[in-house]
């Protein structure tokens, strides 16, 4: 089974802080997301990378950077955290031609 | 572009009760669609998936066929049971190389004792 492991389950910051959410998988898959999970919203895509060094911009990238720099980690970044970007950010992985996406745990980051 | 409507929630009910949760889409081609489930404190787990139009996706008692004249993906279970209480989340995937994911708002099923 893939697993895809996040750094923290719960992160508390202050506003103004930069933050690093980090998110590892263990079966060598080309493509990673990051979502993020609020009520009455969903998941909606921040953004995802299909390779090393690679990144492409999702729905609501407003606020975040992410870096890949190897392929079986993906960090996302939060440079100057806000306290609406409190929220529970999940991170996923999926092979070329895979069925499906496999997800993390989910950090639930609450900025104060 | 592509999104995905489903029920709103909550729903309770009671155990060994049916339960549909109803999810419509609108994608360009002919998307992939997908029910993921969230119990309590973890992430999302995939529960069932369905490739092409008719496909019946199944797994723990739960049902979706793809129906493409209806573009929609109900999900299905004839008997509920208390473990079942989670948050289900109907999706899809449009296909292209980029694998991306879009979800409805997700639904909450409580289910009492």
């Known amino acids: 089974d893939v697993k895809v492991t996040q750094s923290s389950r719960y992160l508390v910051k202050r506003t103004g802080e930069k933050v690093f959410l980090e998110c590892v998988q263990d079966?060598?898959?080309?493509?990673m997301f990051w979502y993020r999970q609020d009520p009455g919203l969903g998941l909606r895509l921040i953004y995802f990378?299909?390779?090393?060094?690679?990144?492409e911009k999702g729905d609501i990238p407003e606020g975040y950077s992410v870096s890949r720099e190897k392929k079986e980690r993906f960090s996302l970044i939060l440079e100057s955290a806000s306290t609406n970007q409190t929220s529970m950010y999940l991170c996923?992985?999926?092979?070329?031609?895979?069925?499906?996406?496999?997800f993390g745990p989910g950090t639930r980051l609450t900025v104060t | 572009g592509d999104s995905v409507t489903q029920m709103e929630g909550p729903v309770t009910l009671s155990e060994e009760a049916f339960l549909t949760i109803n999810c419509t889409y609108t994608?360009?081609?002919?998307?992939?669609l997908f029910w993921y489930v969230q119990y309590p404190g973890e992430g999302l787990q995939l529960l069932l998936k369905?490739?092409?139009?008719?496909d019946k996706g199944s797994n723990k008692g739960f049902e979706a066929t793809y129906r493409k004249e209806t573009t929609s993906f109900h999900l299905e279970k004839g008997s509920v049971q208390v473990s079942d209480s989670a948050v289900y989340f109907c999706?899809?995937?449009?296909?292209?190389?980029?694998?991306?994911?879009?979800f409805g708002k997700g639904t909450l099923l409580t289910v009492n004792p």
């Open positions: 999706a899809l995937d449009s296909g292209g190389s980029n694998y991306k994911l879009t």
């Open positions: 994608a360009t081609g002919y998307p992939s």
């Open positions: 996923a992985a999926r092979r070329n031609g895979g069925a499906f996406s496999y």
């Open positions: 079966m060598d898959h080309e493509n």
């Open positions: 990378s299909y390779d090393v060094k690679m990144k």
């Open positions: 369905a490739t092409k139009a008719d």
